[in-house]
C-alpha cells in the first residue's frame, strides 16, 4: 500500500502544512488539501507514515459532508482534485484531496462531548464540571451525558496543545450570535452523526468540528468532519462505564507512546514498530467500513 508523507506538488503556491494537511492555492477563491499519511499523537507528528490513512480520512469526511449536508453548508465544490494540477501530480491527490471553498477559519475548534473521557473526564474529576459546565455528581469515566455539551477550545499552534476555554470566551473572541450559532449547529451536526453511527453498533464519544466563513458572512463547515483523527469511535458491543472504552484510532500508538520512559511528549517522535504502524491502519480501515459500508477506494 503506497504512502505519501508529504505531497511534493510545485504546479499550485503552497499556502502551508498543518499536522496532517497540505494547503495550496487553486486560484483566489479555491483551496486544495491534501491529506497525508502524517500521523500525530500528543500533538507531535511521528515520522513514520501510516499507509492508506489519508486515503480513509478524506473518504469518510465526504461520506459525512454528503450526509449532514442539510444541516450547514460546506467548503467541498465537487471539482476534481486531479483537473487542478499537473498531469504527473495526480497520483499525490487521487483520493486523498479535495478543490475546497477559500474560507475565512473561525479560530475555535467546535467539540461537542456526548460521553466523559480524554481531558473532559480529567476536568470533571478536577471541578466537577466540563469548560465550566456543571454535570451531575458520582459520573463514573465514560459515562453518557444526559444530553451533548459544547466545549469549545482554542486552536494552538503546531506543537502545541489546544486549549479548553468556556464558552463566554468564546463569546468575547467571535461574538455573541456567531458563537451560538457555531454552538447549535455543532450539537445538530453531533447528535445526527451519533444517532447514524449507533446504527452501525459505533458509539460517537466526542467530536471536533471547525468553521469558516464566505465572503458573504455564510458559516460552512469545513477541514474534515468525523473523522478518527478528529473523534473518538467505541465500539458499542465492548463499551462500559469506568473504564477507556477501545477505540478506531490512533489508540495503538498512544497506548504504545505511553509506554516509553524516556519520551517526554515533544517532538522529536521517537520511531514507531511496523507492528503499530499496521494494526493503527487497520483500525481506520475498519472504522471506514464499518461506519460507512464502503471499502478503501484506491
Not at 469545513?222 to 473523522?227: F, H, I, K, P, R
Request: glycine fraction near 8%.
Amino acid at each position: 500500500m503506497n504512502s505519501l508523507y508529504q505531497s511534493t506538488i510545485s504546479s499550485l503556491p503552497l499556502l502551508g502544512r498543518g499536522k496532517v494537511r497540505d494547503n495550496y492555492a487553486v486560484g483566489d477563491d479555491k483551496i486544495l488539501i491534501v491529506t497525508s499519511d502524517r500521523l500525530s499523537a500528543f500533538d507531535v507528528v511521528m515520522n513514520e507514515p501510516i499507509p492508506a490513512k489519508g486515503k480513509v480520512l478524506n473518504q469518510m469526511s465526504d461520506f459525512w459532508f454528503s450526509k449532514l449536508g442539510q444541516i450547514v453548508p460546506n467548503h467541498l465544490t465537487g471539482i476534481a482534485p486531479e483537473s487542478v494540477v499537473a498531469p504527473n501530480e495526480a497520483d499525490q491527490v487521487r483520493g486523498r484531496a479535495v478543490v475546497a471553498k477559500r474560507l475565512k477559519p473561525i479560530l475555535v475548534e467546535a467539540v461537542v462531548r456526548g460521553y466523559l473521557i480524554g481531558s473532559g473526564w480529567k476536568d470533571y474529576q478536577a471541578t466537577g464540571a466540563v469548560c465550566g459546565i456543571p454535570l451531575p455528581a458520582g459520573l463514573k469515566m465514560a459515562a453518557k451525558l444526559p444530553q451533548p455539551i459544547f466545549t469549545p477550545a482554542a486552536k494552538a499552534d503546531i506543537g502545541e496543545h489546544d486549549e479548553n476555554i468556556r464558552f463566554d470566551d468564546m463569546e468575547k473572541r467571535i461574538g455573541k450570535e456567531l458563537a451560538a450559532k457555531i454552538r447549535d449547529v455543532s450539537i445538530k451536526l453531533y447528535e445526527a452523526a451519533a444517532d447514524y453511527a449507533a446504527s452501525k453498533g459505533i458509539i460517537i464519544a466526542d467530536t471536533k468540528f471547525e468553521f469558516g466563513l464566505d465572503d458573504r458572512g455564510v458559516l460552512h463547515l469545513m477541514d474534515e468532519v468525523l473523522t478518527a483523527d478528529s473523534s473518538r469511535f467505541w465500539p458499542a458491543d465492548s463499551y462500559a462505564e469506568g473504564i477507556s472504552p477501545p477505540s478506531f484510532d490512533k489508540q495503538f500508538v498512544r497506548d504504545y507512546l505511553e509506554t516509553l520512559k524516556d519520551w517526554n511528549k515533544t517532538a522529536p517522535a521517537p520511531a514507531l514498530p511496523a507492528d503499530v504502524i499496521e494494526k493503527t491502519g487497520a483500525k481506520y480501515r475498519e472504522a471506514l467500513q464499518r461506519l460507512t459500508g464502503q471499502e478503501l477506494q484506491h
